[in-house]
């Protein structure tokens, strides 16, 4: 026998699951809810299948194919037109030339179809319609049978003067061919509506066959959530899947369960989910495969579908979560919420009771959600971030965001340009390069690969050569679960505004150069750019000097790329080196606070141990350098900013030394003495760095670690850095620690405070008010001056807060004043 499965349905009332799908294709416990309709047909012999398509259609076929995984045929008949139910199987007549049955591919079901199969024969009917008993009749059609099961009425959806039975049509029929004598071709034409009471009326051999067992019509969220509900208690004969553990506890292959999360059953955990320490998975959960739960994360009677994130801290209460989803630390979903596939919920987010959110939108950090969003454009404000293109690995940055975020910036260069493209030693930053190497090519972009490489190495390759800019794919250096794509303009330093603005035009409207197959772009792997870049550097600093010096250096090279590049140029410097972690690994690319102060703490130690004159710890991308002094202390990050800028102003020839707003006024202090010049810049590293490639500059430094001499390279660079500071050392001619402490001292202190978006520009305007009479700054925010003080409020531009830095002659009274500007902040937020 064949089966029919009418999959064409919309699913309206399931949106947004729906929204991007056939309500065919819904999941079930990580499987589409058809497939369960198609294993059903199989455990009951019936393996030959034709499916009924209309919405969509294209998403079905490319799913099931032609069911060879699932061990049975399918067939597929498209209606280009809506044809009703009985109208869609008529579209099918040419597959159908013996008795055949037809069931909804959007419902949950055991019924025994053979038991109604049987019944069909033995009545020698027409047409037999499966029946079942419901406790509430009114949302389908009700039959009445006599006592042989011949049906003798049907009422559509009856209200409650007309349920004169509980027993209604389950859209489950095994019908003859004959009946398509009754149907009109390429009409709409219903089973319920028209063919059956027109069978009823003309006399034809029409039969009901009640049976039991379980039946459920996903046709909304209420109803979708109730039937995981229903499989997790047992009230239906479809395996969860996984190995059952205690309390009814099923887990899926290859998933990690941290010994310290609590799980209560009834659940089910898919294959290769990740739950991490502290989390909680409540009674009723349902965990989709690939979903990572970070540590401390909460749900409850939630249905987290496949290859999503949620993040530590977050809380879901009977929620629905579409694939693809990332939900950050701290955001909480009410009961009833339901967010579409590929959703991105912020940091702190909170979504309130029975919010439905479309997919593909994005909602800000420390939002709070009260009405559906629904077609509301609340996509990224902009790709582009303080880290350049970053996000979680697999989920913000995927291969396929990869590919067309290559193919925008192709198509911006003009055809047949160079590209310098590089990644560090992780290999999800290799899948990310290759993604971004084929978009590139597919625009007619030739590519140089310097595959695993520093950042500086890249930027100088850029500068140097006949490449209009460079890519670098690195591992985050705030989490190893996040993904940092940056982008390098010609001079080698990230790229402007404009240009970002350009990319992210071509990417939003997916309108790419697509070149002929003979003008694909090449894939050239240049030689000897380590040497290159080493011959360079080498010419830039005093070589002879710092052999003379004789110096002897501890380098931790942080299991970084720059493990790779400095022994070329060590080994012309005639230093004694002690190298520690000088090997590349790609699961130490992101060092943890507590993993960096272990860091800092063995190179102390390693420094007194060999009496060294000075520890440098590089970190992973070659960019920003941590110094211990001779005797093992650690040098502040501003200490070393200062003391760079003293070095400079004694050693450098004349020009202007660039800082952040953020940077103390010791920095004018120091040049000041020395009838330097300081230029403040915003706080973005490409400001940093436009401010080094002013003709004028001879130093930029920020007080993260990340300094520059633009003469060699106008971007950060640590391996010059390091070379600077040993020439300034075999200059000076006295220890680090006494540098150090000829520096002036100095007060700093810094808060973040959390503010709507909403409420960001009522508080500048507030500020602007406060500030009348006082010397005002507004290069990055509002920077306000006072005697012996400074305070500098500056919004996020990607988060809902608030910045407030200021500098005092105490560190009580600069406290006293973040304190003063973060209360006043809070009362204008919450006013």
């Not at 290769?272 to 409540?282: E, F, S």
């Not at 970002?500 to 050239?524: C, D, T």
Request: charged letters at 25%; a neutral charge.
């Amino acid at each position: 026998m064949k089966a029919v499965v009418m999959a064409g349905g919309e699913g309206t009332r399931l949106r947004p699951l729906t929204s991007n799908q056939p309500k065919p294709m819904v999941s079930i416990l990580s499987k589409p809810v058809m497939e369960h309709i198609i294993e059903l047909l199989k455990g009951h012999g019936i393996t030959d299948t034709v499916v009924t398509l209309q919405f969509l259609p294209q998403v079905i076929k490319s799913y099931f194919g032609e069911g060879t995984d699932l061990g049975v045929t399918l067939s597929y008949a498209i209606e280009e037109i809506p044809l009703g139910t009985a109208g869609s199987v008529k579209n099918a007549e040419g597959y159908l030339d013996e008795t055949f049955i037809v069931i909804s591919g959007d419902v949950v079901t055991d019924i025994d179809i053979s038991q109604v199969i049987d019944f069909h024969k033995k009545k020698k009917a027409l047409a037999t319609l499966t029946l079942k008993s419901v406790e509430n009749p009114r949302e389908f059609g009700v039959v009445i049978t006599g006592k042989d099961g011949r049906i003798q009425k049907f009422l559509e959806k009856p209200t409650w003067g007309e349920v004169f039975s509980d027993t209604i049509n389950t859209g489950i029929y095994v019908l003859e061919p004959e009946v398509f004598d009754y149907i009109p071709a390429d009409k709409p034409f219903d089973f319920s509506r028209d063919l059956f009471p027109l069978l009823l009326k003309e006399g034809k051999s029409l039969y009901g066959c009640t049976v039991k067992g379980y039946w459920c019509d996903i046709g909304n969220v209420q109803q979708y959530i109730q039937v995981h509900q229903d499989i997790l208690e047992r009230k239906v004969k479809i395996e969860p899947g996984g190995v059952k553990m205690l309390e009814d506890i099923w887990v899926g292959k290859g998933s990690f369960i941290d010994p310290t999360a609590d799980l209560s059953g009834p659940i089910v955990i898919g294959q290769n989910v990740k739950i991490g320490a502290g989390a909680k998975v409540g009674k009723y959960s349902v965990i989709g495969n690939n979903v990572i739960m970070d540590k401390e994360a909460q749900t409850y009677r939630s249905i987290i579908l496949e290859n999503s994130f949620v993040g530590s801290q977050a809380r879901l209460y009977g929620c629905v979560i579409g694939r693809s989803c990332d939900v950050k630390r701290g955001a909480r979903l009410e009961q009833g919420v339901v967010v579409g596939d590929e959703c991105n919920i912020g940091e702190g987010a909170v979504i309130n009771h029975d919010v439905k959110i479309y997919p593909f939108k994005v909602v800000d950090a420390g939002a709070i959600v009260n009405t559906s969003i629904i077609w509301e454009s609340r996509g990224m404000r902009s790709l582009f971030g303080k880290q350049g293109v970053s996000g979680l690995i697999n989920i913000d940055i995927t291969p396929e965001l990869a590919v067309r975020l290559a193919m925008a910036y192709g198509t911006y260069l003009p055809k047949d340009a160079h590209v310098m493209v590089s990644r560090d030693v992780n290999r999800a930053s290799r899948m990310i390069k290759r993604a971004i190497v084929a978009g590139l090519n597919a625009t007619g972009i030739h590519c140089r690969d310097l595959r695993v490489a520093p950042t500086c190495l890249n930027r100088f390759n850029v500068r140097t050569s006949r490449c209009v800019g460079g890519i670098h794919v690195q591992v985050s250096p705030f989490g190893p679960q996040f993904l940092e794509i940056k982008f390098f303009n010609s001079e080698g330093i990230d790229i402007d505004e404009e240009t970002q603005r350009n990319m992210e035009r071509y990417y939003f409207r997916e309108s790419y150069r697509r070149v002929f197959y003979s003008e694909v772009g090449e894939i050239l792997f240049p030689a000897r750019t380590t040497q290159f870049y080493a011959d360079g550097l080498l010419k830039a600093v005093d070589k002879k000097l710092i052999r003379d010096a004789k110096l002897k250096v501890v380098v931790d090279y942080a299991y970084g790329s720059a493990s790779l590049m400095m022994p070329v140029l060590i080994g012309n410097l005639g230093c004694d080196v002690i190298s520690l972690h000088a090997f590349t690994d790609e699961d130490k690319t992101t060092i943890s606070g507590e993993e960096f102060e272990e860091h800092m703490k063995e190179l102390s130690n390693t420094v007194n141990v060999f009496k060294a004159d000075f520890g440098i710890l590089i970190d992973s991308a070659c960019e920003k350098v941590y110094l211990v002094d001779e005797k093992g202390r650690n040098i502040s990050p501003d200490d070393l900013l200062h003391l760079l800028v003293k070095l400079v102003c004694l050693f450098e020839k004349k020009g202007k030394i660039a800082t952040p707003l953020t940077a103390s006024s010791v920095v004018e202090e120091i040049a000041g003495r020395h009838g330097r010049n300081v230029l403040r810049v915003k706080m973005s590293p490409r400001a940093l760095m436009e401010g080094a490639l002013r003709r004028d500059a001879i130093f930029a430094g920020a007080q993260g670690g990340g300094f520059i001499f633009p003469k060699f390279l106008p971007s950060y660079d640590a391996t010059m850095t390091f070379c600077k500071i040993l020439e300034f050392l075999a200059k000076a001619k006295k220890p680090l620690s006494e540098l150090i402490d000829s520096l002036p001292e100095y007060h700093l202190a810094h808060k973040s405070i959390f503010c709507p978006w909403e409420q960001k520009g009522l508080v500048m305007r507030r500020l602007m008010e406060r500030t009348k009479g006082k010397k005002v700054e507004l290069i990055d925010g509002i920077k306000i001056y006072d005697t012996h003080r400074w305070v500098l409020i500056l919004p996020d531009p990607e988060e809902p807060i608030f910045r407030v830095y200021t500098e005092a002659d105490s560190d009580k009274r600069a406290k006293s004043e973040v304190d003063s500007y973060v209360k006043f902040i809070t009362e204008i937020a919450t006013s």
